[in-house]
């Protein structure tokens, strides 16, 4: 019994060393495909802390939407924009790590405060059925159902966003053609009804 516990303390411990540490090189690598890998690699280590948790089917959800499509999708665009491209300089981006920057010390400081004061106690154990596709789905279809259609819809309304957005990018083919006739000299015009006649 001790050396099952410590096995699942050593698990434990890996696969939590390895989430940090792919999180903390997702946002430190200044390669992007690096970046990529190790968010790759963080996602793995939470899929197996969920098969811990004795929740396999959370698990290979978590490796096949994000794992096998997300990440794939992140090296998909990477390599599109290529690795090497530098992003336009926005004066913006200061504001913005000032205040992540900010707001991470905030709620740090929020987190141990907490926890100084306060003891939790022992965690009940799971029950048998916790993470099976039919208590999920027993959840999410009652007690959790009006945050999923919410979720749905925000996801549609991204996608007729990105949708629009890209649409919006295209030049229209009527006024390219009227720019083009415009360009032409009056003189090379009438020759060539002239010709054509």
Do not use: W
């Not at 890996?14 to 190790?38: D, E, K, M, Y």
């Amino acid at each position: 019994m001790a050396q099952a516990n410590l096995l699942e303390q050593i698990y434990f411990a890996l696969c939590a060393l390895l989430a940090v540490a792919g999180a903390i090189g997702t946002v430190a690598f200044p390669n992007p495909i690096r970046g990529a890998l190790s968010l790759l690699f963080s996602i793995v280590a939470i899929a197996g802390l969920y098969l811990q948790l004795h929740a396999p089917f959370l698990a290979a959800i978590q490796l096949i939407v994000y794992a096998g499509a997300v990440v794939v999708l992140f090296l998909f665009v990477i390599m599109l924009i290529g690795p090497d491209a530098v992003p336009p300089k926005d004066s913006r981006a200061l504001v913005a790590r000032v205040g992540g920057g900010v707001a991470a010390t905030a709620i740090s400081l929020l987190v141990l405060m907490v926890l100084a004061r306060k003891t939790f106690p022992r965690i009940a154990p799971a029950q048998a059925e916790f993470g099976s596709v039919e208590s999920i789905g027993a959840l999410l279809f009652t007690d959790y159902l009006v945050p999923f259609e919410v979720a749905s819809f925000l996801l549609m309304v991204a996608i007729v966003g990105a949708v629009a957005v890209a649409r919006g990018k295209q030049p229209d083919p009527q006024l390219a053609k009227g720019k083009t006739q415009e360009l032409v000299p009056a003189d090379e015009a009438g020759l060539k009804d002239r010709g054509e006649r």
